[in-house]
């Protein structure tokens, strides 16, 4: 079972950007895993916001994060980025990261976070003037 740890949240004005890590505790460059970062609003339900291939790089991003939100993994293997950008009021919301082994398509994994297997504590991102 993998450990979880998301940093990099916080306040931001909108327009403004954060970059989210999500750090496993293992390697999760091989094993076939899939990586997802999911957000939570309050009242909401949890929601798919990107979910990369560790294997092969290859990235779901939900509509309404497309061409603002980057997914990227660094070198080590251990590690997982999610880079937001044009930020706005509305992707205000407790972001967590999820791993789960499996070669399912991204999209598949991004529309049911009940297929995740692991999961970290959520970090806050605030976006508001």
């Known amino acids: 079972q993998l450990q979880l740890v998301e940093s990099g949240g916080g306040l931001v004005q909108p327009g403004g950007s954060l970059r989210l890590s999500c750090a496993a505790s293992?390697?999760?460059?091989?094993?076939?895993?899939?990586i997802g970062w999911f957000r939570q609003a309050p009242g909401k339900e949890r929601e798919g916001v990107s979910c990369?291939?560790?294997?092969?790089?290859?990235?779901y991003y939900a509509d309404f994060v497309k061409g603002r939100f980057t997914s990227s993994r660094d070198d080590a293997g251990n590690t997982v980025f999610l880079q937001m950008d044009s930020l706005k009021a509305e992707d205000t919301a407790v972001y967590y990261c999820?791993?789960?082994?499996?070669?399912?398509?991204?999209?598949?994994?991004?529309?049911?976070?009940?297929?995740?297997?692991?999961w970290g504590q959520g970090t806050q991102v605030t976006v508001a003037s």
């Open positions: 293992g390697r999760i460059l091989d094993g076939f895993y899939a």
């Open positions: 999820a791993a789960v082994r499996g070669d399912l398509p991204m999209y598949f994994y991004c529309s049911d976070s009940s297929l995740f297997s692991d």
């Open positions: 990369m291939s560790m294997s092969s790089g290859g990235t």
